[in-house]
């Protein structure tokens, strides 16, 4: 079984910085080495999207970010911490909206912005940007 917990949601101010954690927990945690990890978001009255992805072992790495937030926004994990990370920069109001960690079974050193690919989701952290 894998769990995703979420935590680093609060209110920040637009312009401001805030950075989302989502540690995984399973089998082994070498096996966390063979997950592409996501971050989706989910605003009022909208339907979840995509925000960003990583894969990282040790053949290579791969990192994906949306439109939206490329250039604000970064992926990373920590392998030894078991965790992944959203840094979230120059935060705009419609940022605002519960985030989600997802992990997705690969491999390869591949990512994917199809939500239906990840198989475990954590249960959210609401981050609330005031203009």
């Known amino acids: 079984q894998v769990q995703l917990v979420e935590s680093g949601g609060g209110l920040v101010q637009a312009g401001g910085s805030l950075r989302l954690s989502c540690v995984y927990s399973g089998r082994s945690g070498r096996t966390f080495l063979n997950y592409n990890m996501g971050w989706f978001r989910q605003a009022p009255g909208k339907e979840r999207e995509f925000v960003a992805a990583i894969h990282w072992n040790w053949s290579g790495s791969r990192t994906d970010l949306s439109d939206d937030v490329r250039g604000r926004f970064t992926v990373s994990r920590d392998i030894a911490k078991i965790t992944v990370y959203l840094q979230m920069n120059s935060l705009k109001p419609e940022d605002t909206a519960v985030y989600y960690c997802?992990?997705?079974?690969?491999?390869?050193?591949?990512?994917?912005?199809?939500?239906?690919?990840?198989?475990?989701w954590g249960q959210g952290t609401q981050v609330t940007v005031s203009s």
């Open positions: 997802a992990a997705r079974w690969a491999p390869s050193v591949t990512t994917s912005r199809r939500q239906d690919e990840y198989e475990t």
